[in-house]
C-alpha cells in the first residue's frame, strides 16, 4: 500500500485526515499528516516530513500531497522527490483525499495512483452556476 504524508499549512492537513474519517467512518491507512510552522527553520521541517514518510512506508512508495504549489510545504517536499518511490500532487482537497484512500484498498502502484489522483483532483472542482444551467462538465 502506497504511503500518504499530507504536508499543509498549520494545521490543515490534520483537518482533512478528521474530514475524510468522518465520512468514510474510519481513519484512512497510512495516511499523515505533517503541519508546517513557517517560522520554523527548513531543515527542522524536512526532518518533520521525512519523519512522516517513515511513518507510513511500507516499501510501495510515497505520495505526498500539498496544499498549494509554490507554497513552503510544497517546496520543501519536492526535495524528497525521487522516481517510482516518491511523488509529490499540489493542490491537495477533501474529494482528493477520500478518492486516495479508496485506491489504497486497490493496491495501486505509485506512478497510476499519483496519475489517477491528478485527474481526479482536476475534476472534483465544479462551478455550481454552471451545473445547473446545465453546462457539461468535462
Known sequence: ???IVIVT?????DALIDAAEFILGTRPDTMVSVSINLKENADKLRKKISKGIKEVD?????LILTDMFG?????????FLEEGKVEVISGVNLPILIKAADFQKK???LCDLAEHLEAFGKKSISLASGILKGNKRE
Not at 499549512?9 to 492537513?13: A, D, K, P, R
Not at 511500507?58 to 510515497?62: A, S
Not at 507554497?71 to 526535495?79: D, E, F, I, K, R
Open 1 to 3: 500500500m502506497v504511503g
Open 9 to 13: 499549512h498549520s494545521q490543515l492537513g
Open 58 to 62: 511500507r516499501n510501495k512508495g510515497i
Open 71 to 79: 507554497g513552503t510545504p510544497s517546496n520543501l517536499s519536492y526535495s
Open 107 to 109: 493496491e495501486m502502484d
